[in-house]
């Protein structure tokens, strides 16, 4: 990824590929050499995301949306781009002009997660004897005596060797090393034409932007050459009640017993918020912040995940935040009851 510094007689690129994605979703600072995303936004002209998670890019449009409706109330253009495969997609952000991130995060389905009974007891696929190592025999086993590290080719080399003993028990073929870190690393095979076309799309974008030779894209791109060559573009439209930059309350629906923890699941589960470990919080009739649940206050709030929502105070109408690793603003989300879990 590349921040962009525009002066009016020249463009000063910062290359700041080094950072992992795992700092964008855990921190709230980008740390490029010795320097920091705050440092760096007062004179950012524009930003090029080419990020390999969602959440990542859920982070990244979050920062620069709170810098346009949070002062300085800066608009800086984001122009992302992905592939998978032979798909591929470019798209333009304007904060405030055009549809987020958020907006269109359905366009973004949640990870598929193989059934935990399908991997233990049914395996048909290499994939579900590489899951069984690395949910079930990791942890019993412990081999290195340390979470998996998908970059060590020694922990690779160990799953991928017990997936084969599993795969034989089976008759399933099909397992490889690569396979293996593949499915350890979530990692989608890429191909070279596909990422030059989208690499090629952003770098226009920019020049266009920087330049004003041309009108910009509005605002969406799509590309697939798995079958020939096809490539659409078309406008995003902004949702009205977008929990990033519409600054509205979502609502949403549960029924009259509903737990903390069935709330919390849905959020994770629900593919218009999927979020990865959401906290809630809310103000109570007092007016004093009360914590129903936050993971780095697990043995303190854990007790709350079992009570229903109006045993802790939830009435309706009442506005809960929640934050997650997904966005640095809050999702503000006010509660109604008696009907099924809707949003």
């Not at 930003?47 to 979050?62: I, Y």
């Not at 949910?135 to 991928?160: L, R, S, V, Y």
């Not at 017990?162 to 499915?183: F, H, M, P, W």
Request: charged share 20%.
């Amino acid at each position: 990824m590349c921040i962009f510094r525009i002066g009016r007689h020249e463009i000063d690129v910062e290359d700041i590929t080094n950072f992992t994605v795992k700092s964008v979703s855990k921190r709230a600072k980008l740390v490029t050499k010795h320097k920091t995303f705050e440092s760096i936004h007062q004179d950012l002209g524009l930003v090029v995301c080419g990020l390999d998670s969602v959440v990542a890019r859920r982070w990244m449009n979050s920062m620069l949306v709170s810098l346009y409706v949070d002062p300085p109330n800066k608009q800086i253009p984001l122009i992302d781009g992905g592939t998978e495969g032979f798909k591929g997609n470019a798209r333009i952000i304007i904060p405030g002009k055009s549809a987020c991130i958020e907006c269109t995060l359905n366009l973004y389905p949640p990870q598929v997660n193989f059934p935990l009974c399908t991997i233990a007891q049914t395996p048909r696929l290499p994939e579900h004897c590489i899951e069984y190592v690395r949910m079930m025999q990791w942890p019993a086993e412990t081999p290195f005596g340390k979470d998996i590290d998908g970059d060590n080719p020694e922990h690779i080399q160990w799953i991928f060797e017990k997936a084969l003993e599993r795969g034989s028990q089976y008759g399933i073929s099909g397992i490889t090393y690569r396979l293996t870190q593949g499915v350890v690393k979530n990692i989608i095979p890429a191909v070279a034409s596909t990422n030059a076309v989208i690499a090629a799309a952003c770098a226009t974008e920019v020049f266009k932007l920087v330049s004003g030779c041309a009108p910009i894209m509005n605002n969406y791109m799509v590309f697939n050459d798995a079958d020939g060559i096809y490539a659409y573009t078309y406008e995003q439209e902004k949702k009205k009640d977008c929990m990033a930059c519409s600054l509205e309350s979502q609502i949403i629906t549960l029924r009259e017993e509903s737990t903390l923890r069935e709330l919390i699941d849905y959020l994770i589960e629900s593919p218009v918020y999927q979020m990865r470990s959401p906290g809630v919080t809310m103000v109570t009739a007092e007016g004093r912040n009360k914590t129903l649940y936050m993971k780095t206050l697990r043995e303190h709030t854990e007790a709350n995940l079992s009570k229903s929502l109006k045993d802790l105070g939830v009435r309706e109408g009442t506005e809960v935040n929640v934050t997650d690793v997904t966005s640095l603003l809050p999702c503000i989300l006010k509660i109604y009851f008696d009907s099924p879990m809707t949003s």
